[in-house]
Every structure is written in C-alpha cells, then in structure tokens.
C-alpha cells in the first residue's frame, strides 16, 4: 500500500495499543502484571541477538529470539521464587535487571561495531516515526489473531484467569496455558516495541486493564473499554507527533492513557475517589443530623454545648449542621434553645424506634445481653431502611417496651 | 587506563545500594526499587531545566522527592482505591516514567539530557565533576562526597535504632503489635533509598539500579540467616562486583555499570545453583 509515513505510524500506534491492552488482561487478573513488566525488559538481549544475526530488525529470527529471552526471564523468575526463600517480586526484580543488563552489554558492544543505523538505539524507548510498513502488518496480523483467539477460547480463557482452582479441576492443563499464554504475551511485547519501545510496554500492558477493572466488572465492557483507551491514546499520540516530531511518541502515549487512568481514579462518577469522599462526607453529615434529632428529643431545652458534647462534636461544628437542619425545616428556635419541628419530630422518633427496636431483636433474637446492645444500636440505627423496620415490627410483634424498659415511639396511625 | 576515583565511586556506590536493597529484599519491597528507579526522571527533568545546571541541590531534591511521592502514590491507590498493589506500581511508574521521556524529548537540548545518560549512566564522567574549585572538597569528585554522605545517613538510621529495623525486617506483625510506628520507619527506609537511587543515576543508570540494590543482597539472602550476616556479606559482595566489574570492562570495553551487574548476576546465579545442589544433598 502506498500511504505516508504518518498514516502508518498512526496505524501502527493505535494497533499496538489496541493489542497490548488485550493481551495485558490476563496477565492483570492473574496478578502477574509485574511479571509482565520483567518480560518487557527482558527481551533486549534477545531482540538485539536477533538484530545481531539477521541484520534487520523486522526479521522473523528477532522475533524469535525477543520471544526467547522473555519466556527465559519468566521462568528464571519461577526457578528462583520456587527454590529459595526469595520472594516473587524480588525474584522479578532480579530477572528484570539481569536479563536488562545482558541486554545493555549486548546493545553498547553492537553500536560500538556499527550497528547504530539499523535503529538498534531505538529499541528501548521506541521510535514510531520509524516504523516500517512490515512492522504494521505484523501489528495488524497479531491482532487479528488475538481477536479470533479471544473469541474462540473465550470462557476457558476467563476461567483461568478468574478461577484457577476450579479451571484446574476440570482438567484444564494450566502449566500448559500459562507458557503459552506468556509466548503470546512475549511476542506482542516484541511487535510493539518499534512504537512504544522496552520500558513503557509494560504501561500498555498494566494500565489499560486497571482502568477496564476499576469501571467494570463484566468481562466484556472491561475488555472493551481497556482496548478503547489505550487504541485512542495511541492515535492521539500519533496524531501529537505528527505535529511536534521531536517528542518520543510512546512516552506521549503512556502520558496520555496514565492521564485518562488517574482522571478515572479520581473524577469518575460514583467510582472514582472525589466521588466516594464527597460520598462519605455526606453520610458523615446525615449521620450527625439524626444523632443531633435524637438527642432534642431525649431531652428538651438542652443548651447548645450540651448537644455539642452529647454528639461528640465541636460547639462550631454542632452550630454550622444546626444551621443547615433549620433552613430544611427539622427544627427551630424555641425561647433561647433549639426545639424540634413538627417534621423533626417525626424523623426523630423514628431514629428512637429503629434503635430501640434493632435492641430488642438483638436481645430478643440473637440473646445478647441487654448490656452489648446500646453500641450496635448507636451504628444500625442510621442503616436501617423502612422496610426493614416494617419486618422488624412485625417480626417482635410490635413490643410496647425495648430490653431498658423504655417506650418504643410508634407512629400513630 | 584504570582510574581511582571511578573505582572508589562505583564502590561506594554499591555500597550504599546493598545496604537499602538488605532491607527492601527482606520487607518484599523489591520492585519498589524498579518503580523509585524509573520515577524519578521527571523529578531530575524539572530540577534541570529549573536549576540549568548539572549540579544543583534542586535536582537532588526534586528527584529523591518523586521517588518517595511514588511509593506513596502507590501505597495511597492500593489502600483507598483497592487497585491492586502490582497494578498500582505499574501504573504510576510507567506514567512518571514516560513524563520525564517526554520532558527529556520535549526539553532535552536545554537540560543537556539524553536518553543515552539516562540508561547507561556516566561513570566514566566522574572525575571530571568536582564540587566548588579552591576548596578543600575539591580534592575528590562530586559522587564521592554524596555516596560518603549518603553513607552517614544510613548509619544515623540504622545504628541507634538497629533492634527496630530488625524486627520490622523479620516480623512486621510483632513489630506492629510491639507498639513500634512501622510506617514512619518505611517513610525514612523509603527516603534514604530514593535519595539513594538518585545519587547512584548519574552514574550508573536509571535501570541498573535496581541491581545493585537488589542482587548482592539476595544473594546473601541465599547463604546467611542474621540481619547482621545479611548486611555484611551483601556489602562485602556489592564491593566485590564493583571491583570485578571494573576490571571487566575494562578488559572487554563495556560500560562498567553493566558489567557491575553481570558480575554481581553471576554471584547470584552460583549461589542459587549451588544451594540448590547442596539442599538436594540433604535432603
């Protein structure tokens, strides 16, 4: 095909994101992201022999060797967590740097002896304005494939993934998957180096599955939405070198995808932190609120520091929430103190009745002294919905008294 | 040609490096090392381009800062996001790392940056960088003085409180339960490493590192049983490969930064071979 080098690299970019991203779930569910990660590294050595060997570097024996040393580096990782008390990540650790470092050698020896114009500098950051056209067709080929595959293997896949213990049990051969599962993954590490190189492969194989995880839990909108950020951070990327051709095209990458990951993490509806804060902060508030009601109709006319202590609040606090309680109308100014509204008195005695009710059934069902039940109650108090009430009701049968022998505030019907 | 102060550097610097990756091996912290190592690029761009020189106080400060804002990155993901804990180191590393690519592409000819530097590190450079000419400090490279710094800081942090560090090494539950403040003492293990690992950058490279830390210390890991042991043998190592590094690449021209490793690699692929002969043996 004749296109220009941009409309490749564009191609290329959003390709290799598209098939990391996929490739990288499993590995992600597995927890074995990091693993993934040591692999990346480790293919140096082998990539570089295999440049070494063939003298271009979209030769099938680079491919190979990449291939080689990443499997190498993953069961030297298995062989030293498996016969020494080191631990995984250490082992990871140590894999990574030494098959990393045997790579480095190789690479300062090859462009000390003239290799430097075959792109070998490139390996480790990448360089996607210099890809070729073949390296596209492997992406897209590659692709393909991992599409089919996911397709056709899709439940015994998620199995093992998901359920290891149960896949094993049904026959499933896991030392058997699991190497061909890490071929796979060594292989779409090698493809993509030409556009995001060594080091950062190991974003596009963790990020894009966290960001799928964190907003979904169904396989198929994870999947989805992974392999959607990470192919749109790749053309974005693309599309940014384009215009500043400086700028090293996989790092724009990972800085795009990262961006959209922690955006996620912290704004996304519901999910994300600020949402889960704000969340809990108005949970705090409704928490206060009723304690506050519970509290006024205990005991009339009590004076403002009273409450405050009684609530275990600071006095300015307990004024700023009294504030907002008024202006919803749950109570009012009453000679000099605070007094519940008619629509507070409601919504009080209905906090005195969850308490006291949730202490009957816990002394009444669950046989626990009437001196456990007060700290619980304090908590459930504020869980308990109406309907559940309704069941408790009618379940103690509308008991008159709680186990302190207080009244039960019903509502009057 | 062999030169003094290249060799005292890079032992200094194995030095110090052996004795955090003691505590980071033990603590199954290792690939914190990989993350500090790679996050702090961006920390090192913006102290380049805001100080305009190489040698500035700023660039340590900012980059030992990222590297210990990463681990907590990852801590604070893991813990109130429920990302998982190799998931939230791979994300953060990558995206810091990848920052500092980009602002070494972006502004690299005004940082005097490369990615060469960044990967090989510049041992060979370091006598050519001394601290203020006329004084008296002027007498040994730059790294010498900080790795001689850095020394210190460790033996201010171990020393005095040498039981703790055992024990939080070993048994961090008991440690907890002992009443001891466990997670100050990893903010300043965490601290010491990041500063660590700046210091040792310029000169042997970001990724290379992680195998001075981790290496010499795994592989005492292998042979003794007491933290005391441990430490001793894995400093005694860590100079051992510098030596033998050195020596190395100067025999076959390499950059003895990766020589380094491989002969600390080798030290660490006989242990584990011959452990596992001498296991068989027993058992």
């Not at chain 1, 070998?120 to 390296?135: D, N, R, T, W, Y």
């Not at chain 1, 192919?231 to 990262?258: C, E, H, K």
């Not at chain 2, 002027?138 to 003085?145: G, L, N, Y």
């Not at chain 2, 510098?242 to 930064?257: H, K, Q, R, T």
């Amino acid at each position: 095909m004749d296109l220009s080098n941009a409309v490749w690299v564009f191609i290329g970019c959003s390709l290799s994101g598209l098939l990391t991203a996929l490739t990288g779930i499993p590995m992600y569910l597995r927890r074995q992201s990091l693993a993934g990660d040591a692999l990346a590294h480790a293919l140096l050595p082998g990539v570089c022999l295999g440049i070494w060997l063939s003298g271009y570097r979209d030769h099938w024996l680079v491919y190979l060797a990449g291939t080689g040393t990443g499997l190498l580096s993953i069961a030297l990782v298995n062989a030293i967590h498996k016969r020494s008390k080191i631990p995984e990540d250490g082992a990871t650790g140590i894999s990574l740097v030494l098959f990393f470092g045997l790579g480095l050698a190789l690479l300062s020896s090859m462009q000390r002896s003239g290799f430097g114009n075959s792109g070998v500098q490139h390996l480790i950051m990448g360089k996607a304005a210099a890809m070729l056209p073949s390296e596209v067709y492997v992406l897209g080929g590659l692709f393909v494939l991992a599409l089919f595959l996911a397709w056709l293997l899709f439940r015994p896949l998620w199995l093992f993934c998901f359920d290891p213990e149960f896949a094993q049990s049904s026959g499933m051969p896991m030392r058997q998957t699991e190497w061909l599962l890490n071929l796979w993954v060594a292989l779409v590490v090698t493809a993509s180096i030409r556009s995001i190189g060594m080091v950062l492969t190991a974003a596009l194989l963790i990020t894009p599955a966290a960001i799928g995880h964190f907003l979904s839990f169904k396989p198929k909108y994870m999947i989805g939405i992974s392999m959607l950020s990470a192919g749109f951070s790749g053309a974005l990327a693309a599309w940014w070198s384009a215009y500043q051709p400086g700028i090293s095209t996989g790092a724009a990458m990972v800085v795009l995808l990262s961006l959209f990951a922690f955006f996620v993490l912290l704004a996304w509806p519901n999910l994300g932190y600020l949402s889960r804060y704000w969340i809990s902060l108005l949970e705090k508030k409704r928490w206060i609120q009723e304690n506050i009601l519970k509290e006024l109709w205990k005991a009339k006319g009590l004076s403002d520091q009273e409450l405050a202590f009684r609530c275990g609040i600071s006095d300015a606090k307990s004024l700023r929430i009294k504030r907002s309680m008024a202006q919803q109308g749950l109570i009012e100014k009453e000679k000099g103190s605070w007094a519940l509204s008619s629509l507070g008195q409601e919504k009080a005695s209905s906090v005195v009745r969850r308490h006291r009710l949730w202490e009957s059934y816990l002394h009444e069902r669950l046989n626990l002294p009437a001196d456990h039940l007060h700290d619980n109650a304090e908590i459930v108090e504020h869980l308990l919905t109406d309907e559940l009430e309704s069941r408790l009701e009618a379940i103690l049968s509308k008991p008159e008294q709680d186990p302190h022998q207080s009244q039960i505030p019903y509502k009057k019907s | 040609m062999i030169s003094a102060a290249v060799l005292i550097t890079s032992l200094l610097i194995a030095i110090n490096a052996s004795i955090g990756g003691t505590f980071l091996v033990l603590r199954r912290m290792g690939m914190l090392t990989d993350a500090i190592a790679h996050a702090i690029l961006p920390g090192l761009v913006i102290g380049y381009l805001l100080a305009e020189s190489r040698s500035s106080p700023l660039i340590t400060l900012f980059a030992a800062a990222t590297g210990l804002l990463v681990t907590l990155l990852i801590y604070w993901l893991n813990k109130y996001l429920n990302v998982w804990v190799e998931a939230s180191t791979g994300m953060v590393y990558t995206s810091f790392f990848a920052l500092g690519i980009l602002g070494v592409t972006l502004f690299g000819e005004n940082a005097d940056l490369d990615t060469d530097c960044i990967l090989y590190g510049e041992l060979l450079w370091i006598p050519f960088r001394r601290p203020l000419s006329g004084t008296f400090l002027d007498f040994a490279p730059w790294a010498v003085w900080q790795q001689l710094m850095l020394l210190g800081l460790w033996a201010i942090l171990l020393l005095p409180s040498w039981p703790i560090w055992k024990s939080i090494s070993f048994d961090i539950d008991f440690a907890r339960t002992q009443g001891l403040n466990v997670e100050r003492k990893n903010v300043q293990l965490l601290a010491l490493v990041s500063l660590s690992t700046v210091w040792s950058f310029e000169a042997v490279g970001a990724i290379l590192v992680m195998g001075f830390m981790l290496l010499p210390a795994a592989t005492a890991w292998l042979w003794v049983k007491r933290l005391e042991h441990m430490l001793a043998l894995s400093i005694a190592l860590a100079a051992l490969s510098a030596i033998g590094g050195y020596v190395l690449a100067w025999w076959i021209n390499l950059d003895p930064s990766t020589t380094m490793v491989l002969v600390s690699g080798t030290f660490f692929l006989l242990s584990l071979l011959w452990q596992r002969k001498s296991t068989l043996r027993v058992g």
